[in-house]
């Protein structure tokens, strides 16, 4: 008898560490997910493609500087007039004066994007800092006399589309998890901008 | 009590004095904002038929190829849009050198007058004289 319960007390204890070794109840946090920016490339440096030579630019930057690029490109070859589903209105006036080779408008509004989109994603040196308008005021034409209207839900959805479109042309894969994150935050935009 | 011009004007004189040389400090020491690709124009052509995927791939090359030219060419539809830095070329000039390699049936699209005239205002009425005031200051200290 006692040699019985030697034995199952020698189970018991052998059996032991069974019982914890599983215990997933773990105290290290886990790691915290990489911002959307720092998917993009962060902040390491490369070679300004589009600048001259030695002129660096954040790697999380010119993917977004990218990005900005090919949606205005998308929105210029959907201009037409008195058709609908187009942003022409919306970007005319813009585009009016960059046909008349003024290009300080379009410049400025594509820089507002990019440090919009990098500052708020993680990008967050000064190279940067967003100095524009608020959302709600950028979107409105009475505060902002370079929106040529206000904007609909329709709008947005096809500002989305474009950004959207933009995104995977320059490798973003559709449906991915930075693909998701990037359409969530803009659609956490869409209340201050929609105005109709 | 006597009121003593003199004193007042020569005190108002040295405030406006002052406040003169502030705003002069003032516009002197705003720098000039730097904004990327400053000088980089879009442009579109439109074909009249639609371009297939084959000669999209070759309008992009060629049109890639033309010296001022800058980023990504997008060909949709019939359309192709670029961007062109305007201190090296124009759209005309970018158009000419396309057409040369053989593309025709294609012209520069040109905003529609009923767009065009949604005009949006100014910040500063460049024919003013705080507008060349501030020109002129900055062009001193920059």
Known sequence: MKRNLKFL??????????????????????????????????????????????????????????????????????????????????????????????????????DNLVDFFSFNTGGTNPVNTYSGLDMVAAHNPAQNPRMGTTSSNAD???????????????????????????????ESLRDPIVQE | MKINFKRILVATGSVILLLFLILVVHIATAKPVTIELATWQVSRFDFKQPIDSITAKKIEYDLSAISGVKGDVLVKNNVVVFFHDNTQTSNQKVYEAFTAKGYKDVSIFKVPAELASKKVCPAMKQNGFAYHFSKGIQRIFN
């Open chain 1, 156 to 186: 947005y959805d096809k500002f989305v589309g474009y950004v959207g479109a933009a995104a995977i042309e320059n490798g973003v894969p559709a449906n991915s998890d930075l693909f998701n994150d990037v359409v969530a935050v803009l």
């Open chain 1, 9 to 110: 007390a020698l189970l018991l204890l052998s059996g032991a560490p069974l019982f914890v070794s599983c215990n997933d109840d773990d105290n290290s946090a886990p790691p915290a997910e990489a911002s959307i920016y720092d998917r993009l490339g962060g902040d390491a440096m490369v070679q300004d493609p589009d600048a001259a030579n030695g002129v660096m630019i954040e790697s999380g930057r010119l993917a977004y500087r990218k990005v900005v690029g090919r949606t205005v490109q998308l929105i210029v070859a959907d201009i037409q007039a008195g058709a609908q589903g187009n942003l022409a209105e919306h970007f005319a006036p813009l585009l009016a004066e960059v046909g008349a080779g003024n290009t300080t408008n379009l410049a400025v509004l594509q």
